[in-house]
């Protein structure tokens, strides 16, 4: 007796579209994570490289699949980091499918204003 199995279909893996803003303190990173549950995301930071892996879940409703476009996406970015942050400071936070990521800069590299005093 054999048994065969249809072949899966391999999840796809996409870039998350992603807005990046510069200040002079911060540097923030807002990616698209649509569907994704915050227990699913992971950043990791590996030398001078961010990492951001995601996956989503869809979880079909009771009855029957009529017409199907949905799937499970893996999300996957990796951003290099840039000279003067502060890597002990970065945060993340994942709200409403938008990730935001602050990569804080360090006191080093943050302009500084100097005051002039009257001689």
Do not use: C, H, W
């Not at 807002?30 to 961010?50: F, H, I, Q, Y």
């Amino acid at each position: 007796m054999t048994t065969t199995t249809a072949p899966r279909p391999e999840r796809p893996v996409l870039a998350p579209r992603v807005d990046i803003f510069e200040s002079d303190t911060d540097v923030l990173v807002t990616a698209e994570l649509p569907g994704v549950p915050e227990e699913s995301v992971k950043l990791n930071l590996d030398r001078d490289e961010l990492v951001l892996e995601a996956t989503s879940r869809i979880v079909p409703p009771k009855g029957e699949l009529v017409a199907a476009e949905l799937a499970d996406v893996d999300y996957r970015r990796v951003f290099a980091i840039p000279k003067g942050i502060d890597v002990e400071g970065i945060d993340a936070k994942l709200e409403q499918g938008l990730l935001r990521i602050r990569l804080p800069k360090s006191k080093a590299v943050q302009p500084r204003k100097i005051e002039v005093r009257a001689g």
